[in-house]
């Protein structure tokens, strides 16, 4: 049971990197892959944070009468990566503009279709 | 005041140069001064090589923060070599760039097709200079997101639903990547790779350690388009601008492929894939990849494409090295990554010489064009005797590493498989000959096709040439390999 409960955010973790990965896969529609993408990406955002956490740690801020902080670390990491998912998301979004430009649609299968009849 | 700072300026140097590019009005000044960046980084990196060819190797900090607390730039012969390959591809592709990428892309565009390159050889020469692995990320993701921007500028629209399959599969690499670098973070509290790879014997057999190895592995195969998660390479090659092909294919997986080596056998240590199933996986992967790999490209009916797939064929010789994790192993698959630079870069270089000319990479198009472009042709037939393997060039002496390291192993299944693999490159290549040279189209078809320009002939015929003489003198490929082996593989011998 402590295994489940006790782990929560982990468990958190695990199926929120799923949904989003599946997601990607399995959903055609250019925008919603970049979504799932985009969910996959924060799912490893939440399991940096929770590893950063130290129990009854305080926020790491130097106070006089607090001898436990957290990991700051993690969550500096976890910054960079944010921007890096905002970059991506960005770029992969002008592409899906770009895309509906030039084939008029943004499901895969019509898009493959196109380029296969010419 | 350079010597000291060196292994950081061949990063900082395109890094300040990608914005300052960006401002410059279009027409030839940013296509002048990104060149001009990439002969200083080129000096540079020979002079890094040098300091660092004897076995020595430069630790430096950035900032002042002493590792593993700051960020360590760790420079020994397999990164000095790297690099090498990276800025030499980076400073003949750019004064190739100039005509193709004039005809290719629309003028409005140059600057920021600059500013994009120098970015991506930021990214490139960041992963093979830092020392540190959450900064291997993100060099990773500065040269893929300037990548899957440069290759969306393709003339044609697949080029945007290619970069698109790109920037899926690769954000799902360097995703993965991130989880288990996130993973090893949370056992060992250390992301400098020296002081990782001194905490994780202890943890070897822990199972966290164990799962993040895998999300890295997968990651990077994901990067380096290990058959089968290849899918997004064939279509980016296709559709890129040819210039864009010809930097990616020569040096793209060739720095995934290094940061294998590097996290394999510097951080893990090669003990880890021996006691789990790995090293059989690689093995099984490459030789599948070849053999089928081959085939798809015989199948091909664009050139750009055969050579494609052709280079996912070569990743399996090169993962194959690894997989063996031997010293002679390794040693071919350092010789490996910078000949298969050379070659695949003349090729697709000679290849776009000829889109270049008559606008299409199709082979149908291309009958009786070897006899309108004799040197394109010559390029292309020597070139492609490289990447068959024949004596005399630079594919030859990196076969003959992994042969010998493959009977070295007793493993004559493997050994004949690399034979068949090269049997199957005649069959390409001859193909792409037969219709330059032995087809012969309508004479009007290409009445006025010229010999391609001396811009584009001179980077081609220098890597042709490379081809050769590395195939002659192996001291710096195969001296630097044994070299960076040494690092690589301490306690092997």
Known sequence: MDLIIGHYNYWLVIIIMMAGFYTVISQGNLVKKIAGLNIFQVSVFMLYISIGNVKGGAAPIIESDISVYSNPLPHVLILTAIVVGVATTALGLALVVRIKEAYGSIEEDEIHEQDHSL | MIETHLSLLIVVLPLLAAPLVAILPNGRLPWAASTLVSFAVFAMACLQLFSVSTGNIISYELGGWAPPWGIEYRIDAANALVALIVAGIAAITLPYAL??????????????????????????????????????FVFLEISSLSTYALIGLGRKRQALTAAYQYLIMGTIGATFFLIGVGLLYAMTGTLNMVDLSERLPALAEHRTIQTAFAFIMVGFALKLALFPLHLW?????????????????????????????????SVFGFSLIEDTPTDEIFLLLCVMGILMMSFYAINQQDSKRLLAYSSVAQIGYMMLGLGFGTVLGVTATMVHLFNH????????????????????SRIDNMAGLGKHMPWTFAAIIIGGLSLIGVPGTAGFISKWYLVLAAIEQQNWFIVGVI???????????????ETLYFKSANE????????????????????????????????LTVGTAEQAVKLLLPGVQ
């Open chain 2, 99 to 136: 005509l193709s990428v004039e005809k290719e892309i629309p003028a409005k565009q140059h600057s920021l097709f600059y500013s994009a390159f120098m970015l991506c050889l930021t990214g490139l020469l960041g992963i093979t200079q830092t020392g540190d692995i959450f900064n291997l």
């Open chain 2, 233 to 265: 390479l064939p279509n980016a090659y296709t559709y890129a601008p040819s210039v864009i092909t010809v930097f990616l294919a020569a040096t793209a997986t060739k720095v995934a492929v290094y940061v294998m080596l590097r996290v394999i056998f």
């Open chain 2, 341 to 360: 630079a050379l070659m695949k870069g003349a090729l697709f270089m000679a290849v776009g010489a000829i889109v270049y000319r008559i606008g299409s």
């Open chain 2, 419 to 433: 034979l068949i693999g090269s049997l199957l490159a005649v069959v390409y290549v001859w193909k792409l000959v």
């Open chain 2, 444 to 475: 009007n078809a290409h009445a006025g096709i010229k010999e391609a320009p001396l811009m584009l002939l001179v980077p081609t015929w220098i890597l042709v040439l490379a081809n050769i003489y590395f195939g002659l003198n192996t001291e």
